[in-house]
C-alpha cells in the first residue's frame, strides 16, 4: 500500500485527527473501523508531536472535537431526513446549523495553527448576504 505525505496547518492535522477519533468510536464496521485505525496510527505520531511542550493545544482540540461531534449529529439528522424526504423547518434548522458547526471548526482550527505558529493557515470567504464576494470550501 502506499500513502503519501503531505504538508497541511496543524488545525487541520488536528481536524483530521478529531474526525478520526470520532470515526473510530462511531463506526461499527469492523473492516472500516481499522481502516480508520490505521489512518488515525499514522497521524497521531505527528499531533502527539505538536502537544509536546504545548498544553494549550489541548483544550482548543477538545473544543475542535465537539464541534466535530456536533458536525456528525447535524448531518446524520439531516440525511435521515433526505432519506425520508422529509424538508420540513426542522430540516431547515438542520442545515443552517451545518454552518455553524463548520465555523465552531473553523474557529478551533484558526486557534489551533495561531497557538501552534503554523505556517499554513486556513482561509475562507463566504458569499456575502447581498451577494458580493465569492463561496469558497
Known amino acids: 500500500m502506499q500513502t503519501i505525505l503531505c504538508p497541511v496547518s496543524v488545525g487541520e492535522l488536528a481536524d483530521k485527527v478529531s474526525i478520526l477519533q470520532i470515526k473510530s468510536e462511531r463506526i461499527g464496521d469492523e473492516t472500516k473501523r481499522a481502516h480508520v485505525e490505521l489512518e488515525l496510527d499514522g ?13 494549550e493545544l489541548e483544550p482548543v482540540y477538545a473544543e475542535l472535537k465537539t464541534a466535530n461531534e456536533r458536525m456528525w449529529e447535524v448531518q446524520d439528522a439531516l440525511r435521515a431526513k433526505e432519506a425520508a ?49 465569492s463561496t469558497e470550501a
Open 43 to 55: 497521524l497521531m505520531p505527528l499531533w502527539r508531536e505538536q502537544l509536546d511542550g504545548r498544553p
Open 85 to 133: 424526504q422529509v424538508f420540513d423547518a426542522e430540516f431547515i434548522e438542520l442545515a443552517r446549523a451545518v454552518a455553524a458547526r463548520n465555523g465552531e471548526r473553523v474557529a478551533a482550527k484558526n486557534r489551533i495553527n495561531q497557538l501552534s505558529g503554523s505556517e499554513f493557515v486556513e482561509e475562507k470567504q463566504y458569499q456575502a448576504q447581498d451577494g458580493a464576494g
